[in-house]
T-cell receptor, first 109, second 116 residues
């Protein structure tokens, strides 16, 4: 079957750096997406990776290793507003998005 | 601003009373999706349309139906809501479905459905 694994919850301190991991097993691979979702709101797009390596976008970076079926989202200089769930989603060979359950990130002052 | 709009944001219905949720988009995207998301769970795809081609997920209950009368609008009909259908319903759009960043899905704000 198809599976996306990410930690359920993480805690970090304001101003620090946090890495949220995602491992996947899917039928084919057409890219990996990271979304941010604040409580009670819709997911918003953060990043897309289809080639191995690191993509940097301001305070957020996303890394992909296709051979390992692994990605991470790196958040630097954490702010209180970064408290949210972060969802990893992989597009399979049928161009369907397979979603992880999300990692709830709690930021403490 | 181009966007995905969902109405209403909050919907309360009674057990068994039909309800319709609506979604509109100004992005001119070909693909529209309906997801169901329960608390702390991954979004679950119910249907998607590629243009007018309707694609039903195998495990979507018959209680859920959808209509896309034109490119901009899509509706989700729940014929007889049960208590287990209480959830956030998310509409999303993407420009294409052929692989690559054009497949990025953009979400509306969601409709939170409560079933009494």
């Amino acid at each position: 079957g198809q599976n996306i694994d990410q930690p359920t919850e993480m805690t970090a301190t304001e101003g620090a750096i946090v890495q949220i991991n995602c491992t996947y097993q899917t039928s084919g691979f057409n890219g990996l997406f990271w979304y941010q979702q604040h409580a009670g709101e819709a997911p918003t797009f953060l990043s897309y990776n289809v080639l191995d390596g690191l993509e940097e976008k301001g305070r957020f970076s996303s890394f992909l290793s296709r051979s390992k079926g692994y990605s991470y989202l790196l958040l630097k200089e954490l702010q209180m507003k970064d408290s949210a769930s972060y969802l990893c989603a992989v597009m399979d060979s049928n161009y369907q998005l397979i979603w992880g359950a999300g990692t709830k990130l709690i930021i403490k002052p | 601003d181009a966007m995905v709009i969902q109405n209403p944001r909050y919907q309360v219905t009674q057990f068994g009373k039909p309800v319709t949720l609506s979604c509109s988009q100004t992005l001119n995207h070909n693909v529209m999706y309906w997801y169901q998301q329960k608390s702390s769970q991954a979004p679950k795809l119910l249907f998607h349309y590629y243009d007018k081609d309707f694609n039903n997920e195998a495990d979507t209950p018959d209680n859920f139906q959808s209509r896309r009368p034109n490119t901009s609008f899509c509706f989700l009909d729940i014929r007889s809501p049960g208590l287990g259908d209480a959830a956030m319903y998310l509409c999303a759009t993407s420009r294409d479905q052929g692989g690559g960043p054009v497949d990025t899905q953009y979400f509306g704000p969601g409709t939170r459905l409560t079933v009494l």
